[in-house]
Structures are given as structure tokens and as C-alpha cells.
């Protein structure tokens, strides 16, 4: 290899390495409103909010009282295009239900950590957050590499 083919090779594979050397940190918020959140490097943020289930149903037509009636024009929507459109947001303003069963969040506000690994309970100030996960994190290393599970 000539120097320019070992440059070349070198300006292709340091931005990945040093890319590939920082972790990222997943964080996940639940809220019962709509919450933006601003980015921070080296984070992956998902914002769940748990009210967007009421606003999805609230879009659900409303079906004659006759139940025979009801579930045949039930059943026409369901397999319309509205109707598929209807289920799928349904499932997604649910995800965040889910994730937090799954994790075994107790309460909202909460910040997620890691797929549920450490969690501070209370506020939706994801730097904050961040700093008091980053404090902790720095003054449990070294016991035994501990990486979380303050819930």
C-alpha cells in the first residue's frame, strides 16, 4: 500500500471508529401530555405520550345502538382503509403503555434509562435527568461495573 491508498483508508475508517467508541444512551420519557424534547448528543430520546390514546379513540365513529347493525358497519370500517389507519394509531398511542409494564414503571413523569435500568420518577427535564443518571453512573463504576436499576 502507497501512503495516499493508507490516508485514503484512514480518513474512511477513523469517523466511524471514533463514532463507534462513544455509546449511545437510550432514554425514553413517559408523560400524560404532549412533551417536545430537545436533542443531546450521544442519546437516542423517545418521547411516550400516554394521553394520545383519548385523542385516537375520540376519532372513532360512533355506531347505531342495534347491535347487528353496529357490528356490520363495525366490521365494514375495520376493513376500510380509515378503519386500518384507526387500529394502527390505536396500537401506536399504546406502545408507551406497554414499554412501561414491560419495564416496571410505576408512575408518570418518568425518564427510562436503558430499557428500564434506571429510572428517575417525577420530572420531565431530560437534561437534568441525564446529569443525575451521568452522577450516578460515574460514582457506581466501580462497584462491579454496576450499570443501574434504581427504581
Do not use: C
Not at 401530555?33 to 365513529?61: C, E, H, M
Amino acid at each position: 500500500m502507497n501512503m495516499t491508498s493508507i490516508l485514503s483508508f484512514l480518513f474512511l475508517i477513523l469517523p466511524s471508529l471514533a463514532n463507534a467508541a462513544i455509546p449511545i444512551t437510550k432514554i425514553e420519557v413517559f408523560v400524560e401530555l404532549p412533551l417536545v424534547v430537545t436533542g443531546i448528543p450521544n442519546t437516542d430520546i423517545t418521547v411516550f405520550d400516554l394521553s394520545r390514546k383519548d385523542a385516537v379513540k375520540a376519532t372513532a365513529p360512533h355506531f347505531p345502538p342495534n347491535p347487528e347493525a353496529a357490528q356490520i358497519m363495525a366490521k365494514a370500517w375495520l376493513d376500510s382503509p380509515e378503519g386500518k389507519s384507526y387500529v394502527q394509531n390505536l396500537k401506536a398511542a399504546y406502545a408507551g403503555h406497554s414499554k412501561m409494564i414491560g419495564y416496571g414503571v410505576l408512575k408518570v413523569p418518568a425518564i427510562v434509562f436503558d430499557s428500564g435500568k434506571f429510572v428517575i420518577y417525577g420530572s420531565t427535564d431530560v437534561m437534568q435527568a441525564v446529569k443525575d443518571y451521568d452522577d450516578y453512573m460515574l460514582a457506581h463504576k466501580k462497584d462491579n461495573n454496576y450499570l443501574g436499576g434504581n427504581k
